[in-house]
């Protein structure tokens, strides 16, 4: 599934899920090692478990972040797959 963010760098967040598992994690734009450090530590996370660590996590004084971002496409995946 891909993500269009809103309000940071990085423009997109493709995520592939297997069931409530985070399978891989690809920011498209940002901050490139940083993106790729968390992409690394959420892989094979429950997504729940990621978007209680990540979720609301703010980027200076913007309402929002990267990771806070990844936490939103990760409540809508597993919205969609009926599990949020």
Request: net charge positive; aromatic share 4%.
């Amino acid at each position: 599934m891909t993500y269009k963010t809103k309000g940071t760098c990085a423009t997109a967040i493709n995520v592939e899920m297997d069931g409530d598992i985070i399978k891989s994690v690809d920011f498209i734009g940002g901050c490139n090692g940083n993106l790729k450090g968390i992409s690394s530590l959420v892989t094979g996370m429950k997504a729940q478990d990621a978007i209680s660590r990540l979720k609301g996590i703010r980027c200076g004084f913007k309402s929002t972040s990267c990771p806070d971002q990844l936490a939103q496409a990760l409540v809508q995946i597993l919205g969609s797959q009926g599990q949020a």
